[in-house]
């Protein structure tokens, strides 16, 4: 099981020192991945009366692509999105970026898409929110020809693309797509269409039913299951036997990889949130040195 960290956006602001700071130390304590969540504007609450979104125009958040520009430079570390919300944004354009980014981090980029639960976001992007479900299956399948074919016409009921192609194309072709989602039909279209996926909740019969979904989905698309891989996220809280054991339980539930997230868990600054995946990393025997 591969381990890696949840880049902490709301909680690690602007300062470029810090960023740079947290992506070398976690290649350095041992982890092999690094995830971003993605969000491009916030709401105003005040404008937006009754607002219940988890994040607002006071979080912060780097934009993905851009950022893992940066710490390909920097870093060795495998950079995972977790998850894009594809359909807000132009399918031919994240292709491009994916292709890019792919391209100078020599081959290290997952690809996590989702469709997002923000309308305000949808609307500044101006992208169809009731649509995404169905837009989503056509962006994957065009992007995977983007990145395999030099030149492609393709005609679906979102897109037209005629005789264009990417150059440079990306090192994987196609790049790894893999999927979020928290519902049946998100379970049933990661089964059918994704490299990997993410679930939304903790090992145990909710985990157990969801997998059961994406493997009959994936084995009735003529897929290998076993084939998929499924990243799990554990939070840090302080106690490292608890990371431990919840770390035990993502890979006895089949977990290719794993995500330590230190957001929320009270830490102040970057410093503090390299301090805690230094305890994680102990823990969890990461350290060789």
């Given at each position: 099981?591969r381990?890696?960290?949840?880049?902490?956006?709301?909680e690690?602001?602007?300062d470029?020192?810090?960023?740079?700071?947290y992506?070398?130390?976690?290649?350095?304590?041992?982890?092999r991945?690094?995830?971003?969540?993605?969000?491009?504007?916030g709401?105003d609450?005040?404008?937006?009366?009754?607002?219940?979104g988890?994040?607002?125009?006071?979080?912060t958040?780097?934009?993905?692509?851009?950022?893992?520009?940066?710490?390909?430079?920097?870093?060795?570390?495998e950079?995972v999105?977790?998850?894009?919300i594809?359909?807000?944004?132009?399918?031919?354009?994240?292709?491009?970026?994916?292709?890019?980014v792919?391209?100078?981090?020599?081959?290290?980029?997952?690809?996590?898409?989702?469709?997002?639960?923000?309308?305000?976001?949808?609307?500044?992007?101006g992208?169809?929110?009731?649509?995404?479900?169905?837009?989503i299956?056509?962006?994957v399948?065009l992007?995977?020809?983007?990145?395999t074919?030099?030149?492609?016409?393709?005609?679906?009921?979102?897109h037209?693309?005629?005789g264009a192609?990417?150059?440079?194309?990306?090192?994987r072709?196609?790049?790894?797509?893999?999927?979020?989602?928290?519902?049946p039909?998100?379970?049933r279209r990661?089964?059918?269409l994704?490299d990997?996926?993410?679930?939304?909740?903790?090992?145990?019969?909710?985990?157990d039913?969801a997998?059961?979904?994406v493997?009959?989905?994936?084995?009735?698309?003529?897929r290998?299951?076993?084939?998929?891989?499924?990243e799990?996220?554990?939070?840090?809280?302080?106690?490292a036997?608890d990371?431990?054991a919840?770390a035990r339980?993502w890979?006895?539930s089949?977990a290719?990889?794993l995500?330590?997230?230190?957001?929320k868990?009270?830490?102040?600054?970057?410093?503090e949130?390299?301090?805690?995946?230094a305890?994680?990393?102990?823990a969890?025997g990461?350290?060789?040195?």
């Amino acid at each position: 099981m591969r381990i890696g960290v949840v880049f902490p956006q709301t909680e690690i602001g602007a300062d470029v020192g810090a960023v740079r700071a947290y992506g070398q130390a976690a290649e350095e304590l041992g982890f092999r991945h690094l995830m971003a969540y993605d969000h491009v504007v916030g709401a105003d609450p005040a404008v937006h009366q009754g607002w219940q979104g988890p994040y607002d125009l006071r979080s912060t958040f780097h934009e993905p692509m851009v950022l893992f520009g940066y710490l390909a430079a920097l870093t060795s570390l495998e950079l995972v999105t977790g998850v894009i919300i594809l359909p807000q944004r132009q399918t031919v354009l994240v292709a491009k970026q994916a292709a890019e980014v792919d391209l100078l981090s020599a081959g290290r980029l997952r690809l996590g898409v989702g469709l997002g639960w923000n309308q305000v976001e949808y609307e500044a992007l101006g992208q169809d929110f009731t649509t995404r479900g169905r837009r989503i299956e056509e962006q994957v399948g065009l992007m995977r020809r983007l990145w395999t074919e030099e030149s492609v016409t393709f005609g679906g009921a979102f897109h037209r693309v005629t005789g264009a192609g990417l150059a440079p194309l990306p090192v994987r072709r196609p790049i790894p797509v893999w999927f979020g989602g928290q519902s049946p039909p998100a379970y049933r279209r990661a089964g059918r269409l994704a490299d990997g996926w993410f679930p939304q909740m903790s090992p145990g019969p909710d985990l157990d039913a969801a997998k059961a979904m994406v493997e009959e989905a994936a084995a009735q698309a003529g897929r290998d299951p076993a084939t998929l891989g499924m990243e799990g996220r554990v939070s840090w809280t302080g106690d490292a036997g608890d990371l431990v054991a919840s770390a035990r339980r993502w890979r006895e539930s089949g977990a290719t990889h794993l995500a330590v997230n230190t957001m929320k868990a009270g830490l102040r600054s970057a410093d503090e949130h390299i301090g805690a995946l230094a305890a994680a990393a102990d823990a969890l025997g990461l350290r060789t040195g």
